[in-house]
């Protein structure tokens, strides 16, 4: 044997694998392998395809991908120079690969061990099979956190797309969205922990943040004459209107109904329903009534009024912090939660430094 195939099989010294097993296992594990060598882009294995390897990486590094729903590629790891793939196939009865492994831009050379010559390695050190289970095990948990993070991403993107939907039906909400999204933010991290909000925890927080700029998503059921009207509406166009509350919690629940993660839009549809709902009960669309409102809403109540109290609208012009501010307070009891109007004045600055950051001189 030349040279340079004893340094490749060396490479099996500082295998993950093999270090710390019996030496003589490693001696026999050299003496088994194969090499090969593969092409740049090129696919060594395939999903769903039988197999009968186990690839220990001598040179170069692989990309690892398994398919999700519609036959999407989701790329799951890198792997180098000492890592294995291909052991799954080895171990259950169908031999069927498990995930697709392909060359990047490079040369590849592995070092292989079909699956005689894997059982012989197993009768030598039974410590080999639990080296690699426990391999397996880590590696899977690795795939499952990653793919719950990207899961979390995509209902974060979703519910991101959904709410400038209605931005983008009513263009003079400018920030609109982005603002509320803070404020809601500001009031929940300030009402945590008091009494009356018990249920305000980090998660609902995080919720909350994500799931504001879903509250006018109904909107886009609105007819443009009604929503963008300059002037004052008319009784019918009003009630008309008031349907938008209706629209996005039906919209939500439909997606709810399919959601592997119902809390990320959970929230949302409560805010979506229930925003305009009034302390006193002469809200809509349901006429809840204090405490009978769900938290989420009525703090949306309070973010959601003074952000279009001091914006641009179709019917009216913008006014002052100090006239919203005004405002607010003489609804305390009425239309807001006497506790949420004081958790906002108590954050008034903050919001007055909110809304100009993000608002051009006109």
């Not at 993107?157 to 933010?185: C, M, Q, W």
């Amino acid at each position: 044997m030349n040279n340079s195939n004893t340094n490749l099989l060396n490479t099996i010294d500082n295998c993950q694998l093999f270090t710390g097993l019996d030496p003589a296992l490693i001696q026999r594990a050299k003496k088994l392998a194969k090499i090969e060598k593969f092409e740049p882009n090129i696919t060594i294995i395939r999903e769903g395809e039988t197999g009968d390897k186990l690839f220990f990486i001598a040179q170069g590094k692989v990309e690892v991908s398994q398919k999700l729903y519609f036959q999407i590629a989701r790329n799951i790891r890198i792997l180098k120079q000492g890592e294995c793939f291909g052991e799954l196939a080895l171990l259950e009865p169908h031999n069927i690969r498990t995930a697709t492994v392909r060359t990047a831009n490079e040369p590849v050379i592995c070092l292989t061990l079909n699956r005689s010559s894997f059982n012989s390695l197993v009768k030598i050190d039974a410590y080999f099979a639990l080296r690699l289970g426990k391999m397996i095990c880590e590696r899977d948990y690795e795939s499952l956190q990653r793919l719950k993070d990207d899961f979390g991403n995509a209902y974060k993107s979703t519910i991101a797309a959904l709410g400038a939907i209605a931005e983008y039906k009513d263009p003079e909400t400018g920030n609109h969205l982005n603002r509320v999204s803070t404020f809601t933010r500001e009031l929940s991290l300030l009402l945590k922990g008091q009494q009356g909000f018990e249920s305000i925890d980090e998660q609902f927080i995080e919720l909350i943040t994500l799931s504001s700029p879903l509250h006018d998503i109904g909107k886009v059921g609105i007819p443009d004459q009604i929503l963008l009207k300059p002037g004052k509406l008319t009784t019918t166009e009003w009630e008309v209107m008031k349907q938008h509350t209706i629209f996005g919690a039906e919209a939500i629940k439909k997606i709810l109904k399919n959601s592997c993660y119902p809390e990320f839009l959970g929230i949302g549809h409560n805010i979506a329903l229930y925003h305009q709902e009034y302390w006193d009960g002469t809200g809509y669309p349901e006429g809840l009534r204090g405490d009978a409102i769900p938290i989420e809403a009525r703090i949306m109540a309070v973010a959601d009024v003074y952000d279009a109290l001091r914006s641009v609208r179709p019917y009216k012009k913008p006014i002052t912090h100090e006239k919203s501010k005004e405002i607010i307070i003489n609804k305390r009891g009425s239309h807001f939660d006497p506790r949420i109007v004081d958790a906002f004045v108590q954050l008034e600055s903050s919001f007055e430094s909110i809304f100009n950051r993000s608002v051009l001189p006109i």
